[in-house]
Each structure stands twice: as C-alpha cells, then as structure tokens.
C-alpha cells in the first residue's frame, strides 16, 4: 500500500458491509520547517514538561482531562472516550443516499479517500459504481478520534471519496449581509454579463501555484547553493513510543482548531 | 449573525470593480481536553527539548531550518521568511470564469461571505454580479492576498449574496491512481439490484437533522464522571464484511427489506 491508513473499519448499506481503510486525499504542499537549537543546530522535539515536578513526562504518564473548574479535570481515558459511540467508532453506517447536486457545497469540510481492505474489493467496486450510475452520494454518522462527522461518501475516478461535512449549526446565517434592494440598471447588468460571457473558460487547476511556496523554494534552493548547509550531532534513535503518536495526533487537532 | 469582517477590499475583472467585505462563514465548537500528569493530574506545558542536550530549549536559541538531506539543514532567519510573503494588496482577481459544476468539491477548502462594502452602497455591482453568476452558472477562479498570504479561491453567488472559498492547489489532491485499486469485475444484475436500492434508500438532503449527538453523549459522561459516578466502559462494534460470493445476495435481501 502507498498511502498511510489513518484508520479501519467497515463501511454499510443496508445488509451489506464492507471492510474498508481510511486515507488522506489532501497533502497540503506547505514547506515544513523544523526547529533547531542554534547552539549546535540539532532538532527539538516535542515534550511534555510537567511544571510542578519541572521535568518532561513520558509519554506513558500522560492522560487526557476535561477543564471541569480552573485547574480541575476530570480525566478520561481511551476506552471511555471510544465507548462513547461504540457502533459509529468502527463502522460507517450509510443512513441515507441524496442527490449529489442538492448538497450546498458549503457544507463540505476535509476530504479523504476509502479503500477496500482485503475481501472487500467487489462490493466497494459496486458502491462505487452504482453511486456514479444513479449520482448519488451516501450519508452517514462516523467518529473519528473523538469526534462525530456527518460524511459524504461519493464516487471519485473510480475511488471512494469520505468527505466530512460540517453540522448546520456550524455554518453561520448570511441574511444579515444581503445587500439592500438596489434597481441594477439593465446597461450594468449587461455589461458585467458580457465581461464575464468573454472570460469563460475550463476548469483547469494546474495552472494556479502557490507563489509563495516557489519563492521559499527559490531561497532555500540558492541559500543551500551558497553555503553549506549546518549539520545536526548525531544521537542515538530513541525509541518510537506508541503513545507519543497519540499526543502528536491531538496537539495537530488542536492546533487546526486554532489556526483556524 | 455572520462573523465580523475580516478583511476588505474588491473584486476586479476587465472594467469591473466591486467592492467587498469578507465574512467568517463558518464556525466550529468542540469539547477540549488538556494533557495530564497522570500522576498528580497537573496540567502539562510543551517544552520543546534539544535531541542532542536533552535539555529544553528556551525560544530565544531556537531556529528555523529546512532539512535539504538526513540531518543537515539550511537556516532561515524570520527576515528572509519575510520577504517571501506577497506585497500587499486589496485585489481580489477573478482570472476566469468556468461553469460550476466543472468543480470538483474536493477542491473547496474555506468558505467566507462576502458583502457589498460602504462605497457600493446600494449594492449595485454587487448585484448585478450575483445575476450574472447566477444566469450563467459560473464561478469566477481568482487569487488575492490576505495576512501576508496568497489565496487562491472560487468566487460564488448563493442566494442573494457571494461566496469566497479557498480552494487547494491541484498538487495538494492525492490523486486516485495512487490507490493503486483493482478493477474487479461486476454482474449487471449486480449493478441493476444495487441501483434499485440506492434510489429506494434515497431522501431529500436535509442537513439540519443531524446533530452532533457525540458531543452531546460525551458531556454526559464528563458529567457523570464528575459526579463521581461509574462509567460503563463499552466495546466498538465491528461488522462482519459481506464477502463476494454473497453480495448479490446481501443486495436482494435489502431491496426486499426497503420495500
């Protein structure tokens, strides 16, 4: 498998399920940096350091907790936070199929892709195809770390496409920002409407690009040229904790939440 | 209400100008956790720590570097970083116009209202360029600048008013070959049976039915927990999958149960 499965389980409709795996469908180009100590230039990690023992914690010590009062938490476990909703943590239950042209585009979130696990190859082929034949697109309740999606399952070049989408209560009503009833002059319109008629083209994405992300490109590519480049000390590999993923996973969520 | 107004400028093409203001158009609530000393339940900070000293490092001696091969690195200053942002600017450029429906939503990343900005102040352009998106089924593809960085972005009438979503460069979309999925071959009665149930299975979209029902679930039990109450600790479900042989059997059995 090339791509990464970022979790397993089984998708249903009706009476039929089918083993399926979850990956990405979006790898942002953005150019990642790491951070350095500028003493001897090797890279920082992350750790967690806890401020009343002043030392960083190992990743088995570490434990999730709810604010309930300022520094209070309730803490919760991994199983209590998984049997919050058992039967959607590993299945994705087709509640309904809609038409896809009746799905405001401003309810779609992040995409990703299924693909069959092992056995599941023909019937994930049918869904596939049939949704394409019929132009529908499935919906369904799932959890994923932690979180309860509404998802858009539809057919993408012969793949599955999930696409989470967001809750009607997270879109915000635009009433307020309608413009007040102004007669448009008939020239006007006329006019913009013929800009637009000679400006009509293909969809054709390849051709935008990040700029920015080809100017950073430029300047490492003649920084490296000009200079060489640092070199870290070497230190043993410390051990791949299983956990420490865990805590990476949820600082990157939160860290969405934020940036956002 | 929509979110405030986070950014203003105008949407230019050939010898039009319409000036805009931009709106959060979508909000996102969450329950969230803070990382524990499981120990003693303090609350941890993030230290970042040198790999080599094992020693945290304060921010004033960490650098940024690019890894060009295994642990070695170029290093960039926040002044060069800088001068890689765009220069500033006010234009939202509309390149093109392409019918809507050439856009494949996998594309759509961040949604923003826009609204008619003062110096519009009947909203005429604004207007007249909603009707003709609308009469035209078209998106206008354009780019423009916000926070020191360059969006690229699919402009859209909905409603009386516009849309501004970002949208993803085509390289950031993993494409499907990459799958590498197998063609398995389907009877046409398979195929026939299966579309039979997905339109029995049809309903209108009607987003606002679902609830977020985790989020609710999961308060419930912080609450019972915080009343000190035992929680029941409950297994995920897995479904036996329907194997090859059986599946037009599945599909029978379901056509008979939705009808």
Known sequence: ?260 | MAGGTIWKGYIHFRDTDVPVKLHTAVKEERIQFHLLHGRDRVRLRQRMVCAHEKQPVPPEEQCKGFEVEDGKYVIVDPAELEQTAPEGSRVIEVHEFVKTRQIDPIYLDRPYYLEPDISDIQGKGFNALVKALKDLDVTGICTWTMRKRPYFGALQARGKTLRLSTLRYADEIVPVESLELGDVALSEKELKIGSELIEKLTAPFEPSKFENEHQKKLQDMIDKKARGEKVVVLRPRRLKPTGSDQLLRALEASLKKAA
């Not at chain 1, 994930?124 to 509404?150: D, H, P």
């Not at chain 1, 000679?198 to 490492?220: G, H, S, T, V």
Request: aromatic share 6%.
């Open chain 1, 1 to 260: 498998m090339a791509v990464q499965a970022m979790w397993s389980g089984t998708i249903s409709f009706s009476l039929v399920a089918i083993p399926v795996h979850l990956v990405k469908a979006v790898e942002p180009g953005r150019i990642s940096f790491r951070l350095l100590h500028n003493k001897d230039y090797s890279p920082l990690t992350r750790k967690m350091f806890c401020p009343e023992e002043e030392k960083t914690v190992p990743s088995d010590e570490i434990i999730r907790g709810y604010e309930i009062m300022p520094d209070k938490y309730i803490p919760m476990t991994d199983e209590e936070l998984e049997s919050v909703s058992p039967e959607r943590s590993r299945t994705i239950e087709i509640i309904e199929f809609i038409d896809t042209k009746d799905v405001d585009p401003i309810y779609y979130d992040h995409p990703y892709y299924l693909v069959p696990s092992k056995g599941g190859e023909k019937a994930y082929r049918l869904l596939v195809e049939v949704m394409r034949r019929t132009k529908k697109a499935g919906l369904a309740k799932f959890v994923l770390s932690e979180r309860e999606y509404l998802v858009a399952v539809t057919p993408r070049d012969g793949a599955l496409a999930l696409t989470t989408l967001r809750y009607s209560e997270e879109i915000l009503p635009d009433e307020d920002l309608s413009p007040k009833k102004g007669k448009i002059a008939a020239e006007e319109q006329s006019r913009i409407k013929k800009s637009i008629e000679r400006m009509i083209e293909d969809f054709n994405p390849q051709k935008y690009a990040d700029d920015r992300r080809k100017k950073l490109m430029d300047l490492l590519t003649k920084k490296a040229k000009e200079k060489a480049p640092v070199e870290a000390p070497a230190v043993e590999e410390e051990e791949k904790e299983g956990p420490a993923d865990l805590v990476a996973a949820l600082e990157e969520s939160m860290r969405k939440v934020k940036s956002r």
